[in-house]
């Protein structure tokens, strides 16, 4: 049989950032879905949009 190597230890769920930051993250797409629907823009097509990935300029 061959050797199987050694595994690290699968970490406590709560020491992942996303664990702690998921409460937040369904507020905040449903406070954005409702602003742009008062636009009448999806997220889908607010995310491909060239404006969404526009950074403010620098300064």
Do not use: E
């Not at 050797?3 to 702690?20: C, E, I, M």
Request: proline fraction near 15%.
């Amino acid at each position: 049989m061959p050797h199987v190597p050694d595994r690290p230890p699968v970490s406590d769920l709560t020491a992942h950032l996303g664990f702690w930051l998921r409460p937040a993250s369904n507020p905040v797409s449903s406070a954005l879905a409702g602003k742009l629907a008062g636009q009448g823009v999806t997220v889908a097509d607010w995310t491909r949009s060239p404006a969404s990935s526009r950074r403010p300029p620098a300064g």
